[in-house]
C-alpha cells in the first residue's frame, strides 16, 4: 500500500510517480511531491519509483496575484 493524506492506494511493481498520480484522481496539478521525506520535481515524476509502504505528500501548484 501506498499512503497519500489520509488516504491509501494499493502498490504494484513498477509504480513511478506519475503513475500514482494519475490513479489518485485528483484535479490538482502537482509539481513537487514528498515520497518518503525526500523532495521530488516533477521532472523526475516519470522516472522515480515508488516503493511499497510508501508515505507520499502531494504539493499542488498554487497561484496568485
Known amino acids: ?3 497519500i493524506g489520509d ?3 494499493p502498490w504494484k ?3 513511478t510517480v506519475d503513475k ?3 490513479e489518485f484522481d ?3 496539478r502537482y509539481v513537487v ?3 518518503n521525506g525526500r ?3 516533477e521532472p523526475q515524476f516519470k522516472e522515480t519509483l515508488v516503493p511499497d509502504q510508501a ?3 502531494l504539493i499542488p501548484m498554487i497561484a496568485g496575484g
Do not use: A, F
Open 7 to 9: 488516504k491509501q492506494l
Open 55 to 57: 508515505e507520499v505528500l
Open 39 to 41: 523532495i521530488i520535481s
Open 26 to 28: 485528483d484535479p490538482y
Open 13 to 15: 511493481p513498477g509504480l
Open 33 to 35: 511531491v514528498r515520497l
Open 20 to 22: 500514482l498520480i494519475k
Open 1 to 3: 500500500m501506498v499512503q
